[in-house]
């Protein structure tokens, strides 16, 4: 059972105002105007982008794509090759493989835990030719992933200044990553010690990436040092630069659809061998990224990245009630220049017309498969007059889709750039992102709830707490919404609230 939400209560007082009037088009209204504070579609009743939830089961379905993969590597990811041409190499995302380390008792200190860290890397990548280590930049001033990490670390956050005698006996490795200048220090000391060790090795190829830093052991990387954020595009850098390195074999090791995307998309830039290494225990696996490039075919791979950042992930949010697998069926569905005008998204400073207009039909096919609908507007209001759905259960408006398609250009625009080394990227201001109090927040919509006259109709001007009929809504027999003056009294809270419960069955996607 659930409350009835205010903003399902806003929305139905709305349409009886628009119904008794016979001078307001309705169909336009639904079709404009979203009726609710906050455009439910994309965004949480408490105005916080939805999570996609459902992300890393794009690599599941992508993954499952070619009817066989040639060559199938062994689950650990190793190969019988034995050319005497044949380059093998390892590139590992470093914060991945440091959030699953194991912590023994003998581990007192930091300089312990890179000995540690060390040589559980030896063992694990050691006997490849090259091994390139690669770890996220924490030094960016309002990241848009702040509030992204804020939800993993939740609210115990402890920051540890990092040095050699950091006494870290009792701190599980979760609890010394929950901070990101800790972990800023952190990539920063185990990146030195390890090449530091490596550099005493002879023979050795060893790449280190670490904030705008970039190390190797046998050749000059200064052309590798990046001002990019996060080590997912920092990965596909350093993969097309061992392919031009001479690599004849790349293995990609990581747990992040995002840089399985970023992968794919690139495969036809790399060498003819590239597998994703990912998942633990009897789930590693390595994965052929050449048979699900050609399963896709040229355009849905060069529109991976956009479908990627429009249908969900941690910086753009995703449709509510359409998770992954639902967004890839639309993916498939819509046609070929559907999917060319969505691959261009990122590649200029703004978004075109025509790839807008592609977006619109892409989401009219999420919401109704096989539909002849193109245009938002008349989605909503053929799902409200057919399905009378209203809320969460009806598509963005134009407004509120615009700005989710300028988040998710932005992303694209962040992915475009991945073998960039240092990308000039503008703000993200203007790009479905606003500054408030040295954070970046998500802009839901630039048009108002409603127009201005009807929204006059629904609101009472009340100070205290609408106890009498001295209120216009109590008096009309409607619930006051955020919309009235009361909801600004905390000390008075209101007592005309729409309490009606019901079935959560009944707001369920079919």
Not at 43 to 64: N, R, T, Y
Request: net charge negative; with cysteine.
């Amino acid at each position: 059972m659930i409350e009835l939400r205010e903003d399902r209560s806003l929305f139905a007082r709305m349409m009886m105002v628009c119904r008794s009037r016979r001078d307001i088009d309705l169909k336009e209204m639904i079709g404009l105007y979203e009726f609710a504070l906050v455009p439910r579609s994309v965004f949480a009743s408490d105005g916080s982008m939805l999570h996609c939830s459902s992300k890393s089961a794009l690599m599941a379905i992508l993954e499952k794509l070619p009817s066989r993969q040639p060559d199938q590597e062994s689950s650990d990811g190793t190969t019988t090759d034995t050319a005497a041409s044949h380059l093998k190499v390892t590139i590992i995302d470093g914060m991945a493989e440091l959030q699953c380390l194991d912590k023994p008792d003998w581990v007192k200190n930091c300089t312990q835990l890179a000995d540690h860290f060390i040589d559980t890397m030896e063992q694990k990548y050691g006997l490849n030719d090259e091994v390139r280590l690669i770890f996220d930049r924490y030094d960016v001033t309002m990241s848009l992933k702040e509030a992204t990490r804020e939800k993993r670390r939740g609210q115990d956050a402890v920051y540890y200044r990092i040095t050699d005698s950091t006494s870290i006996s009792k701190v599980s490795i979760k609890k010394i990553l929950s901070h990101t200048k800790t972990k800023m220090e952190l990539t920063i000391h185990l990146a030195e010690k390890a090449m530091e060790y490596f550099r005493r090795q002879r023979g050795r190829r060893v790449v280190v990436a670490w904030g705008s830093e970039c190390k190797g052991t046998h050749k000059d990387v200064k052309d590798l040092e990046s001002n990019q954020e996060e080590a997912d595009t920092k990965i596909i850098l350093h993969a097309v630069d061992a392919t031009s390195d001479g690599a004849t074999e790349i293995q990609i090791h990581s747990p992040d659809t995002d840089v399985f995307v970023l992968a794919l998309r690139r495969e036809p830039e790399l060498c003819g061998n590239v597998s994703f290494v990912t998942g633990k225990g009897r789930n590693r696996r390595a994965i052929k990224l050449e048979p699900i490039v050609q399963a896709l075919g040229d355009a849905r791979t060069a529109a991976l990245p956009a479908f990627h950042a429009l249908s969900g992930a941690d910086n753009t949010g995703c449709f509510s009630g359409h998770a992954k697998p639902l967004c890839w069926k639309a993916f498939l569905n819509v046609d070929e220049d559907v999917v060319r005008e969505m691959a261009k998204l990122g590649t200029t400073l703004r978004p075109s017309d025509e790839t807008m207009k592609a977006i619109e039909k892409f989401v009219c096919e999420l919401y109704v498969p096989n539909t002849s609908l193109t245009t938002v507007k008349d989605l909503r209001w053929w799902l409200f007059r057919k399905k009378q759905a209203q809320s969460e259960r009806l598509p963005p408006t134009q407004g509120a889709l615009r700005q989710a398609v300028l988040r998710a250009h932005y992303q694209a625009m962040v992915w475009n750039n991945d073998v960039v080394a240092n990308p000039d990227i503008p703000s993200p201001e203007n790009y479905g992102w606003e500054k408030n109090d040295n954070r970046w927040l998500p802009v839901m919509t630039k048009l108002p709830p409603a127009p201005e006259a009807i929204i006059q109709l629904v609101k009472c001007g009340c100070k205290k707490q609408c106890a009498n009929n001295r209120c216009q809504c109590r008096r009309n027999g409607l619930a006051c919404t955020d919309l009235c003056s009361c909801s600004d009294e905390e000390d008075e809270p209101c007592q005309n609230v729409f309490t009606e419960v019901v079935d959560d069955d009944e707001y369920n996607e079919e």
